[in-house]
């Protein structure tokens, strides 16, 4: 009970270092192979930011990156700062360049849900949620450059892992005025939740022929993040 009474005490953050401080505390031939296993991912993003499943997969896709490897990179590469390992900011810039590129050009409005407005919290690079507002629901395709079949529509499980990217690339370049497309990050994680919202259900990936529970994942990342 004292213990619970005392996490209950701490702010958001303090509680977020209380339960990193046991992961910190790692030896060198651990932090070694975290080390190595960032460079690894960081050899395998592609020239325009994104990634897909890396050289010598089978088959071999060549530069074609794809939103959900990304995704899975881009958690790999959070994870590890928590664990103090340092990744570039340009790292994320770039991927945040190839993600907002990716995004479907337009979609039909949509009112924001919601009856009460939510106000942006202060010293937290964030935006006050207004339901009065309106977004366009655009979602992410599975591998935005293929402009046909299955892979080429948008679905509900590439779209939560495409807003699940851009908050991450959004918490990491927080404070750098210079990166471009910052500007963009928050209508597009807005127009993502709209594309979800008009598409909702947990029963199945939304518009999706397959990766129901990669949805749900992705979902609950989205979710925890967003």
Known sequence: RRRSERLAALTPEQRKQASLRP????????????????NQILRQQLPKGGWRYGT??????????????????????????LLECPVEGKVFAKALSWILAAQEADGPKSARPGPEAAAAQPGQDTVAYTPAAQDRARGWTYVPSRKTGAEGMASGGTTAAAICCLVLCKSHLAGNAEVKGKAGIDPAIFDGFAWLHANWTVAENPKGSRSHFAYLYALERAGVFG
């Open 23 to 38: 992961l910190l505390d790692i030896d060198e031939k651990t932090r070694a192979k975290i080390k190595s296993a960032v």
């Open 56 to 81: 010598g997969s089978v088959p071999d896709f060549g530069d074609l990156a794809d939103i959900s490897s990304t995704q899975y990179a881009l958690l790999g590469l959070h994870a590890a700062t």
